[in-house]
């Protein structure tokens, strides 16, 4: 008896997103933190930089193994809520956070209150967004898996 292993959902191009968005800062944040555009660097948030980028090194590493997993495996379920929990997260972080990027869009852009952190942080948003749709999107598929691993 042969199964078709159902196709993955057009939405786990999130977790390509996940890693577009962080592994730029985990690459430099790595191998060269003190060229990232921040204001007042000092050892210790040089160390605190780099154990950042290697966590999200990971997370990115993780990200594009499960990318082309079936949707309905446990493991890739987790890590889809645990970066959409790090991505809100991040969001809530860079909304309130003071300016500590010391460029500007432009003097337009500042009136509506573009700053890069505010940017970063609705990057951030609307990628924990993306995987929270990815969720709901494919929890049908993973109930119905549930059921037939069930009944075998």
């Not at 997103?17 to 555009?37: C, E, K, R, V, Y």
């Not at 300016?99 to 509506?112: C, K, M």
Request: hydrophobic content about 55%; glycine content about 6%; some cysteine.
């Amino acid at each position: 008896m042969s199964q078709v292993a159902p196709a993955n959902s057009p939405f786990s191009v999130v977790f390509l997103l996940h890693i577009a968005l962080d592994a730029p800062m985990a690459i430099q944040g790595i191998w060269s933190p003190l060229n990232l555009p921040f204001l007042q660097l000092n050892n210790t948030t040089i160390v605190f930089i780099k154990l950042y980028a290697a966590l999200v090194a990971g997370t990115c590493l993780m990200a594009l193994l499960c990318f082309g997993l079936p949707e309905f495996l446990p493991g890739k379920r987790a890590l889809a809520i645990a970066l959409c929990i790090y991505h809100v997260t991040c969001s809530t972080v860079l909304f309130n956070a003071p300016r500590f990027i010391p460029y500007s869009f432009g003097a337009l852009a500042e009136s509506f209150r573009a700053t890069p952190e505010v940017v970063w942080g609705t990057l951030h948003g609307l990628l924990g967004l993306g995987f929270a749709v990815w969720w709901q999107a494919t929890v049908q598929l993973a109930a119905a898996m549930s059921k037939a691993v069930k009944r075998q």
